[in-house]
Structures are given as C-alpha cells and as structure tokens.
C-alpha cells in the first residue's frame, strides 16, 4: 500500500477522531460472541462461525 497516493481529502474523511474511537471500542465486541460461544450474540454481531457449540 502507498500512502503517497492518498489525497488529503482522503485522509481527512478517515481521520475523524470519532471514527478512530469508534474502530477502537467497537473492534472487541465482534469478538465477544467467539469467546462465549454463544448463537444469540452471534445473530446480533453478525458473525458466523463454523464449528460446534459446547453444550
């Protein structure tokens, strides 16, 4: 990747500070439901996962 390329348009609309504090918050939630290995929290995350469940 070539940061050269990037236009300070760019750069401006990805360096909102709230955008970064929302990456950064919001990133550990998706992995919640891996973690607990719970389907309900996979449905609300969105993350689909192959495997088995440990019931």
Do not use: I
């Not at 390329?5 to 919640?32: E, G, I, N, Y």
């Amino acid at each position: 990747m070539d940061f050269a390329k990037f236009s300070d348009a760019m750069w401006q609309r990805h360096a909102h500070p709230l955008s970064v504090w929302s990456r950064l918050l919001s990133t550990p939630l998706a992995f919640v439901p891996l973690w607990n290995r719970s389907w309900k929290q996979r449905l609300v995350v969105g993350v689909d996962c192959q495997g088995k469940d440990e019931n």
